[in-house]
């Protein structure tokens, strides 16, 4: 399956997917596929007045009607909304229950951490790491990173034994220039990678280093000595996407 195009402009949906089914001895039943994709309702609209999310559910269903053992799929759920992406999630996990093996290339890095049994990261055209899903969201995955993160030093050969966690908060005011407190916690706990980004509006995260309990303390601490009070501080598992942008950098592309 492309990410885009492949149909007649002039072929109607429910035509398009028999004529694909007519190629292979047991195909999926035509309907029943319409129907898991969304499409019933668009059984007799031509592939030219579909919508791109449309056009991209005829694209998944016209692949997998022919029953395949292997099935490669290109950011499938391009276009679509939360409710088909969804569909579409199910859909693969159906296929990979039925024993086909689906390769997806996908930028949503929920899509991959919900769908994927292993994971490759692949930054400039070049293999960085790969592992299967909870190795990579553990740091235990095997690569060539060039990232200087603590949480993925497993990602360039060296043995890590805690889980990769990160460090959130909410201050009770706002404070633009925080860059004295990375400075001293990276003195204080010997962390010379330690980084300071903003992780959503009103919100900092600390990065490249492990969150042990020395790290909160002292983090606390050094507010507590400037008076400066936080409102929130969470703790958790890091996701793909933080795993992600340690290894790949956070400048554009």
Known sequence: MLQ?????????VGEMIRLVASYYENPLDPDWLMETVGLTKHAKTPYRRLSGGQQQRLSLACALVGRPELVFLDEPTAGLDAQSRLAVWELIRSLKRDGASVVLTTHLMDEAENLSDR???ID???????GTTEEILSGGAAGSATAVSEPIRAARGVETKTEPRRLTFQLAETHSDL??????????LSAP?????????GWW???NTEITPALVAQFTAKLAERSILVRSIEVDRRSLEDIFLDITGRDMR
């Open 4 to 12: 885009g195009g492949g149909a007649y402009p002039g072929i109607r």
């Open 119 to 121: 994971i490759y990261i």
């Open 124 to 130: 400039r055209g070049q293999l960085v790491a790969s």
């Open 179 to 188: 860059n004295w407190l990375v400075r001293a916690l990276r003195e204080e």
């Open 193 to 201: 990678a330690m980084e300071l980004n903003p992780a959503r509006p």
């Open 205 to 207: 995260e600390l990065s």
